[in-house]
């Protein structure tokens, strides 16, 4: 009871009940100048700003085209958009606001409601993106062997009562669990805000988050694994058309994002128990930057759909007719059922229409 009570006044839950002012028995800023206890950090701090703006301006086109595109009659694809919010409020946190506040040399006594506001939000959405990137896992696992019996949980409507359950834990972990604070010395996020009145470490150790990085680190592993051994014996063994060409793109792709995770996941799990250097910290900084920021540069390059769109969102339509890019479509004469002459659009380097195209 004495744990589920102290994660509660730890958390933002807390903040919202109490007019969104911070427990003080855990976080007592009273007379504490927070931009004293942090050191400004203009150049790698610029770098996650300028890296976190341009990562936005790449993602939320990619999002808008999925959406807006028939990859979304795909159930993996519908896991994605999920991943994709997560992702996007991750990036917010761990880039521009980390960027932010690196730059001022700011800890949590320099703005309070703020940094709390975003720990809650990044550390929530980080361990929602974790679960939906097992349940990526699983898809996958389900879409090149059929014979698995939760194959049923991502047919039809029965996928969004699948998603619903990240979901809840997203909101589960941003309101009910610990928070973590920014520390601008180390340009990361803590769950010890680390202030001179503060309590002992082990008061500020966030049980649900541990977990969730070990377990994340152990099934991301356990079903890529699986995935690479079966789509290596199906490549090298059956020349039939059970493993299809977009069955590999996208399996690949959802190794690719599933990856930065797995490392990143690892990376905090091991600071939660040992000792690291700060230029170990930054790279696990850098790694939880780059495990949703890479999402969005993998549908750029890889996924030739979404690559389409995007350009079509941007380039005016004048000038992809003229270069021949983008969804670019010309005119050819057919003959209609009455026999009459009619004109048809027809694409030439292919449309944004069904999973097929990558």
């Given at each position: 009871?004495?744990?589920?009570?102290?994660?509660?006044?730890?958390?933002?839950?807390?903040?919202?009940?109490?007019?969104?002012?911070?427990?003080?028995?855990?976080?007592?800023?009273?007379?504490?100048?927070?931009?004293?206890?942090?050191?400004?950090?203009?150049?790698?701090?610029?770098?996650?700003?300028?890296?976190?703006?341009?990562?936005?301006?790449?993602?939320?086109?990619?999002?808008?085209?999925?959406?807006?595109?028939?990859?979304?009659?795909?159930?993996?694809?519908?896991?994605?958009?999920?991943?994709?919010?997560?992702?996007?409020?991750?990036?917010?946190?761990?880039?521009?606001?980390?960027?932010?506040?690196?730059?001022?040399?700011?800890?949590?006594?320099?703005?309070?409601?703020?940094?709390?506001?975003?720990?809650?939000?990044?550390?929530?959405?980080?361990?929602?993106?974790?679960?939906?990137?097992?349940?990526?896992?699983?898809?996958?696992?389900?879409?090149?062997?059929?014979?698995?019996?939760?194959?049923?949980?991502?047919?039809?409507?029965?996928?969004?009562?699948?998603?619903?359950?990240?979901?809840?834990?997203?909101?589960?972990?941003?309101?009910?669990?610990?928070?973590?604070?920014?520390?601008?010395?180390?340009?990361?996020?803590?769950?010890?805000?680390?202030?001179?009145?503060?309590?002992?470490?082990?008061?500020?150790?966030?049980?649900?988050?541990?977990?969730?990085?070990?377990?994340?680190?152990?099934?991301?592993?356990?079903?890529?694994?699986?995935?690479?051994?079966?789509?290596?014996?199906?490549?090298?063994?059956?020349?039939?058309?059970?493993?299809?060409?977009?069955?590999?793109?996208?399996f690949f792709q959802?190794?690719?994002?599933c990856f930065f995770?797995?490392?990143?996941?690892?990376?905090?799990?091991?600071?939660?128990?040992?000792?690291?250097?700060?230029?170990?910290?930054?790279?696990?900084?850098?790694?939880?930057?780059?495990?949703?920021?890479?999402?969005?540069?993998?549908?750029?390059?890889?996924?030739?759909?979404?690559?389409?769109?995007?350009?079509?969102?941007?380039?005016?339509?004048?000038?992809?007719?003229?270069?021949?890019?983008?969804?670019?479509?010309?005119?050819?004469?057919r003959l209609s059922?009455?026999?009459?002459?009619?004109?048809?659009?027809?694409?030439?380097?292919?449309?944004?229409?069904?999973?097929?195209?990558?």
């Open positions: 009871m004495e744990f589920i009570t102290s994660d509660i006044d730890q958390s933002y839950n807390y903040v919202i009940r109490n007019g969104f002012h911070l427990n003080e028995n855990f976080y007592n800023c009273t007379g504490v100048d927070g931009f004293q206890l942090g050191v400004p950090r203009p150049l790698i701090g610029s770098y996650f700003l300028i890296v976190g703006v341009f990562l936005m301006i790449i993602y939320l086109p990619c999002l808008l085209v999925i959406c807006r595109s028939d990859l979304m009659k795909s159930s993996c694809y519908k896991i994605m958009v999920w991943l994709g919010v997560l992702d996007i409020c991750c990036i917010f946190v761990n880039s521009i606001a980390t960027g932010f506040l690196g730059i001022q040399g700011a800890t949590l006594c320099s703005y309070p409601i703020f940094i709390f506001s975003m720990g809650a939000l990044g550390c929530g959405c980080w361990m929602g993106s974790c679960a939906t990137c097992i349940l990526l896992g699983l898809n996958r696992c389900c879409d090149v062997n059929h014979n698995i019996k939760i194959r049923a949980i991502f047919i039809g409507k029965k996928i969004y009562v699948t998603i619903l359950v990240p979901m809840i834990y997203t909101f589960y972990a941003i309101f009910f669990t610990k928070t973590a604070s920014f520390n601008s010395n180390y340009m990361s996020w803590f769950f010890n805000p680390l202030l001179p009145n503060g309590r002992e470490a082990t008061d500020y150790v966030n049980i649900q988050h541990a977990i969730n990085n070990c377990v994340v680190s152990g099934a991301t592993t356990l079903i890529y694994t699986y995935l690479c051994v079966i789509l290596f014996a199906k490549s090298r063994y059956i020349k039939s058309e059970s493993m299809t060409k977009t069955q590999r793109q996208v959802s190794v690719m994002i995770n797995a490392i990143a996941a690892y990376i905090y799990v091991y600071m939660q128990y040992f000792t690291f250097p700060p230029f170990m910290i930054l790279i696990g900084q850098i790694a939880w930057q780059w495990s949703h920021g890479s999402v969005c540069l993998i549908y750029i390059t890889m996924n030739r759909t979404v690559r389409r769109g995007v350009i079509d969102l941007f380039v005016p339509v004048s000038f992809r007719n003229k270069h021949k890019i983008g969804t670019y479509r010309k005119e050819v004469h059922i009455g026999g009459t002459e009619g004109k048809s659009t027809i694409p030439t380097q292919g449309t944004s229409s069904g999973t097929a195209i990558f």
